[in-house]
Each structure stands twice: as structure tokens, then as C-alpha cells.
């Protein structure tokens, strides 16, 4: 009985140490100091394309722009995108450039704390120092507005941050959106902004139990998308069995219409909407071109290269 006790005693013990080890574990590391001088202009088509505006805002409420967005249901609980506006105490105004690129880029609060993945960050965590720069100027021209957002209404234990280290450990990977050498510039920037500023696979790629998506089915649709809505498969074969082109897909992400005249609905005609309408016809055509492209830079690559073996994947922090 005693030596029951004692491995009791023993195995909650080194449980308690390892909970704390994980609380204690650091993430994330300090960027380089952000001295480049930002561009507005291209700062705000960024914004555009990266969704910031589309998540941040919650127009249908009568909401300010980018003074926190509307509410996100999940099986894991209701997440509120945050405030972005430059008020100090409940937007960013006292953030740095820095901390703003440690948020952006690697999901990790002020604080210290890693933001849940209802934040895409992951795709952006190959933004450059230039792109970094843009975008917190761009911000700086918001009128502030000094309203919190909703605190997220998540029940245990999906509310401990602290477990959001090893979802990050397990399932944060670089975007892969770099050039691919031999491909024409269109297709390359398709691929930046599929994979990376668009963050198309975070909408259109199934995810798992744990909310990490599913890396062997990139771009093959999502049937259980917050809020109940569905994403389709951008795969180029079944785009184009479903009588998709470049053409009807690039003006699609101008229009909000389909090849047969319907038009998007839910997220996705958030994300025309306030996103992909804003774009110039280069960058549509550009996403369309890459999209179609499945002999190397389509489906097949895209499985290949993010859900082949794991010394392939590389995990950030």
C-alpha cells in the first residue's frame, strides 16, 4: 500500500514539475529592431490582403474599423478578434514596432503570452522587415478608438495559455510562400499571397481535433468552419471540374460571383468584400494562375512540401 502511495505521491510530482516546466517554457525570440520607414500606402493593401481589416472589424454591429471584430464561434469556445486601432490602453498605441512583429509574425503577445490560432499567424510568419514596417504605419493612421474588445469565451482547458505552447510545438509551421526558382514572377506571387498574406488554407484546409490543420489535405476544403460555414476545395482539379478558370476565379475575387452567377456567401464574401476586391488585377490573376498551376505549384506541390515527411516540416520557435 505504502509503495502505492509513494509512486502516487511521486508520478503527481513529476506531473506538477512538468506543468510548470511548460508554464515557465519561453517562446518565441526578440526581433531585430524594425528601423525601416513604413509605407502607408503599401502598409493598408496589405492589411487588405492579410484579412486584418475583414476580422478586425465588426461593421455588421456598427463597429469602428480595426476596433476588434466580430465574434468567432468554434468548437473550442467564442474568440473576439482584438483591437487594433492605436488607442493606448486597449488597442496598440504603447506597443513598439518590435512587439508589434513578434504578434505578427510569431503569435506572441507583449506579454509574453502566445495568441490563440484563431489568429492566423502563422501565415505571416515569413513577413519581412519592410512588410512589418508598412503595415505598422499603415496602423498608425487609424483613429483610435477606446472601446476592449470582448474577452474570448473559451471554457477550460482550452482557456490555458500555457497549453498553447505545445500546439504551437506541434502544429505552427512556416508558410512556404518564398520564390520558387524556374517559375514565371506571376506564379511566385501567386504563391506569396495564397500561402502567405491570404492565408487561403486557413479557410480551405481541414483541421484536426486540435484545430491544426491537416497538412496531408492542403487546400482540399473545410467542412466545419466557425460559425457553420463551409469552404470548398481550391484544388485545381476540382476547381476545374466545377467550371472554374483563371479568368472566372481572378474576377470572382473582385465580384464575389461565381462561374454561374451566384454569388459568395458567408466568410467568404467577408473576405472579397473587405480583401480580395481591393487587390490590384495583377495580384487576383496572380492567386488564380498559382491556384490552377497543379503540376508543380498546385495540390501535388503543396502536399509534398507541407504534409510530407517531418524533417520537412520546419516548426518555428
Not at 495568441?115 to 492566423?120: E, G, L, S
Not at 488554407?201 to 457553420?228: I, K, Q, S, W, Y
Amino acid at each position: 500500500m505504502r509503495r502505492i502511495i509513494y509512486w502516487s505521491v511521486g508520478a503527481a510530482a513529476l506531473g506538477g514539475a512538468a506543468l510548470a516546466a511548460v508554464i515557465a517554457w519561453p517562446v518565441g525570440s526578440a526581433p531585430a529592431p524594425i528601423e525601416l520607414e513604413g509605407n502607408v500606402d503599401r502598409g493598408a493593401y496589405l492589411a487588405r490582403a492579410s484579412g486584418c481589416i475583414a476580422c478586425h472589424s465588426n461593421f455588421e454591429a456598427g463597429g469602428a474599423p480595426l476596433a476588434g471584430g466580430a465574434p468567432l464561434e468554434t468548437d473550442f469556445g467564442t474568440f473576439y478578434p482584438s483591437n487594433l486601432t492605436p488607442d493606448p490602453e486597449h488597442g496598440i498605441g504603447d506597443w513598439t514596432a518590435e512587439s508589434f512583429a513578434k504578434a505578427v509574425r510569431q503569435g506572441i503577445g507583449p506579454d509574453g503570452e502566445p495568441y490563440f490560432p484563431a489568429f492566423p499567424y502563422p501565415f505571416y510568419a515569413e513577413f519581412s522587415d519592410q512588410d512589418i514596417a508598412d503595415l505598422w504605419a499603415a496602423f498608425q493612421t487609424v483613429a483610435p478608438v477606446a472601446e476592449p474588445a470582448p474577452y474570448h469565451d473559451v471554457s477550460f482547458p482550452f482557456d490555458q495559455r500555457w497549453g498553447l505552447k505545445l500546439w504551437r510545438a506541434a502544429f505552427f509551421y512556416e508558410p512556404k510562400s518564398e520564390p520558387v526558382p524556374d517559375r514565371s514572377d506571376a506564379w511566385n506571387r501567386g504563391r506569396e499571397l495564397v500561402r502567405g498574406a491570404a492565408h487561403c488554407g486557413a479557410c480551405h484546409t481541414p483541421r484536426n481535433l486540435a484545430g491544426g490543420r491537416d497538412l496531408g489535405a492542403v487546400f482540399a476544403g473545410n467542412a466545419e468552419l466557425p460559425g457553420g460555414s463551409k469552404a470548398p476545395s481550391i484544388r485545381a482539379e476540382d476547381l476545374e471540374q466545377n467550371g472554374w478558370t483563371v479568368s472566372s476565379l481572378a474576377y470572382a475575387l473582385q465580384s464575389g460571383l461565381t462561374p454561374s452567377g451566384d454569388a459568395f456567401g458567408g466568410s467568404m464574401a467577408e473576405v472579397v468584400r473587405e480583401g480580395t476586391r481591393f487587390l490590384s488585377p495583377q495580384d487576383r490573376e496572380a492567386m488564380a494562375i498559382y491556384l490552377f498551376d497543379a503540376e508543380v505549384g498546385g495540390a501535388d506541390d503543396i502536399v509534398k512540401e507541407e504534409g510530407g515527411s517531418a524533417e520537412r516540416k520546419t516548426r518555428i520557435d
